[in-house]
């Protein structure tokens, strides 16, 4: 069964308290539950992860690479700033999906760019929780044998 890794940047271990007027109420404990639910449908496996450091980020992506048959990735405010974390990407080339809870083209100029879109296969925002079930539809489509 192809095995996808989902993997949680800084901050949003705190989701459910955080911002609720930007990010909602639902915790990451029921973001990952909700992505379990659906990859099951999917056929998917999936793993899921979060770390606030950036070099465990790094650690964490460079460790899926023979184990896990792709990505999605919401690196929080790394995203904006982390050109080792997209190099960590291009690295273990898996596909891998960026998904943000907000739409961060409708936000501060600071959170319109972002380095890993530059390898991903492409990116998700503004949808909420329901961004990361979108992630892994994009990413059954790519790696899942037909
Ligand atoms: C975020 C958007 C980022 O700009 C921010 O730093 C986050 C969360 C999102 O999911 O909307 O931590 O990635």
Redesign the pocket.
């Known amino acids: 069964m192809a095995s996808v890794l989902i993997i949680n940047?800084?901050?949003?271990n705190l989701l459910g308290q955080r911002q609720p007027e930007v990010?909602g109420t639902t915790t990451l404990a029921d973001i990952e539950m909700a992505c379990a639910r659906h990859a099951e449908t999917l056929g998917l496996d999936i793993s899921c992860t979060q770390s606030n450091h950036e070099g465990a980020l790094i650690d964490v992506i460079h460790g899926a690479k023979g184990v896990h048959n792709g990505l999605v990735i919401?690196?929080?405010?790394y995203?904006?700033t982390s050109i080792a974390l997209m190099d960590a990407v291009a690295s273990v080339e898996l596909p891998m999906v960026e998904?943000?809870?907000?739409n961060?083209h409708a936000?501060e100029a600071f959170?319109h760019v972002s380095y890993l879109s530059k390898v991903a296969i492409g990116q998700i925002?503004g949808f909420g929780p329901k961004g990361y079930l979108m992630a892994l539809d994009a990413l059954a489509e790519r790696i899942t044998p037909k």
């Open positions: 940047g800084p901050n949003l990010y919401n690196a929080g405010a995203t904006h998904v943000h809870l907000s961060i936000r959170r925002c």
